[in-house]
């Protein structure tokens, strides 16, 4: 009975109503961003806690304690299975869900049977006709009728994809940063502000129709429109800090997105 592994409390969520007869563990942090260490560590997970506490606006301790939650299920099963556990990882094409496969796979015993399900291949396969071509930003958006026909595609992963893996894993550990993107068709470590000229050129859109611009609005905007998956959260850190440099001005409030109204310095 292999242990389905999947990423966000989205997807987290929709696994529990299809009540499998296999467990599933998600982790629920998003590792694209923050630090990255020995995910089995205390030290690790303290890093991150601390990470998210300086982001997140207002702290949001219950969301906090969720992702804490999150961690310590999943050093529970890693610590208490079996080397020889099979396990099956949902992964679509995004930095997040790639990330936490790295990590997930670094971690593992290296006997323990691995399979994967490439989301976005699995559902073109058993959803797109000639004339609906879907596109799947993550797995985290499929309703729950459309997730158990993908189980089907779980492919076994090869010893080579396998090693490729936990050597990017080490890579992006080994970098130090705390932003991750898909950058020439693998996830690399960027910058912080690799976000920021997006985030500005959505704002200079809006504002040509509406100002002041709530900050919610721009929020929205950039997470629809971006090509990959990020965060509420990140793109609301990444306003603030454009407030502090004076990119941008506002009126309002800072602790909340609803309560924040932007303008561009200077107009």
């Not at 993550?138 to 992963?157: N, Q, R």
């Not at 990017?168 to 693998?186: C, M, P």
């Not at 990444?238 to 107009?267: H, P, W």
Request: net charge negative; glycine share 6%; with cysteine.
């Amino acid at each position: 009975m292999p242990t389905h592994v999947v990423f966000g409390a989205s997807i987290a969520g929709t696994m529990k109503l299809l009540d499998l007869p296999d467990p599933v563990m998600a982790l629920e942090d998003d590792l694209t961003c923050g630090p990255l260490g020995d995910i089995l560590s205390e030290a690790t997970r303290e890093d991150r806690d601390q990470w998210w506490s300086r982001v997140l606006i207002p702290s949001q301790p219950r969301y906090l304690h969720s992702l804490r939650r999150s961690w310590e299920r999943i050093g529970t099963w890693q610590h208490s299975g079996s080397h020889d556990d099979a396990v099956v990882i949902w992964v679509a094409e995004n930095p997040a869900e790639l990330t936490g496969t790295y990590g997930i796979l670094a971690h593992l015993p290296l006997t323990a049977p691995v399979s994967i399900i490439h989301v976005n291949q699995a559902y073109a396969c058993v959803h797109d006709t000639a004339g609906v071509q879907s596109f799947i930003k993550y797995t985290g958006e499929i309703s729950s009728d459309e997730l158990p026909p993908l189980m089907d595609h779980a492919v076994p992963l090869s010893p080579t994809a396998r090693y490729a893996a936990i050597t990017q894993w080490r890579r992006l550990v080994e970098s130090g940063g705390l932003l991750r993107q898909i950058v020439n068709a693998q996830v690399a470590t960027v910058g912080v502000d690799y976000l920021d000229p997006f985030v500005v050129e959505q704002a200079q859109t809006l504002l040509r129709r509406q100002t002041p611009l709530v900050a919610v609005r721009l929020v929205g905007e950039c997470l629809g429109w971006h090509p990959q998956v990020t965060s509420d959260v990140l793109i609301f850190w990444r306003i603030r800090c454009f407030i502090e440099s004076g990119v941008f001005t506002y009126t309002g409030s800072l602790k909340s997105m609803q309560d924040c109204f932007l303008q561009l310095a200077g107009n």
